[in-house]
Antibody
């Protein structure tokens, strides 16, 4: 059974940094691209970033370019998202998601339950 | 690429047909780069359709995706009580002008 468990969401001050993690199990982690998607409570989905299975190629939304860094540790079956210079508008639930294939440019077929990041003034 | 979904809300009775539209601001380089997701309150999204028309594992046949270029459609042939949810389309064309954007969503609620 595919499982994705995000962690690291917390209350953080504006301007601070945070690293989210996503522990994956139930599939060959290094064979699949992974993504981060966020959702402001009550609002729509916003794709942030994706990374190929090898970790060698990464993709970012314009809104995430420069402050967000996606990475993965295939030896630990874990996906990461580093966020710097946090802003109030970064307050959201952050989901990790598994791609249908090794290609980052593919749909995502499994999602975690999400982790809530709240940025305070 | 910006995705526009219509209508914003669709009010239908169980058993009725639902037709949801997703329009891209420019033509996708391939229809394989379009997916549909369903999200119910308090839950994570669920993949319904990828490659514009391929149903994901376990998705009932009443869900059908179609379209190409800039215009895509999700059709639910006969609404079941569990189908009332928000539906998002997503394009994942990684060409420089692409990105992996989501549409704003269509809410299907009970009439």
């Amino acid at each position: 059974e595919v499982r994705l468990l995000e962690a690291g969401g917390t209350l953080v001050q504006r301007g601070g940094s945070l690293r989210l993690s996503c522990a994956a199990s139930g599939f060959a982690f290094s064979s699949y691209a992974m993504s981060w998607v966020r959702q402001v409570p009550g609002k729509g989905l916003e794709w942030l970033s994706a990374i190929r299975g090898s970790g060698r190629s990464t993709y970012y939304a314009d809104s995430a370019q420069g402050r967000f860094t996606i990475s993965r540790d295939n030896s630990r079956n874990t996906l990461f998202l580093q966020i710097r210079s946090l802003r109030a508008e970064d307050t959201a639930v952050y989901y990790c998601a598994k791609s249908v294939s090794a290609d980052a440019d593919d749909a995502v077929d499994y999602w975690g339950l999400g982790t809530l990041v709240t940025v305070t003034a | 690429i910006v995705l526009t979904q219509s209508p914003g809300t669709l009010s239908l009775s169980p058993g009725e047909r639902a037709t949801l539209s997703c329009r891209a601001s420019q033509s996708l380089t391939s229809s394989r780069y379009l997916a549909w997701y369903q999200q119910k309150p308090g839950q994570s999204p669920r993949l319904l359709i990828y490659g514009a028309s391929t149903r994901a594992t376990g998705i009932p046949a009443r869900f059908r995706g179609s379209g190409s270029g800039t215009d895509f459609t999700l059709t639910i042939s006969r609404l079941e009580p569990e189908d009332y949810a928000v539906y998002y389309c997503q394009q994942y064309d990684s060409s420089p002008q692409g990105g992996f954007t989501f549409g704003p969503g269509t809410k299907v609620d009970i009439k």
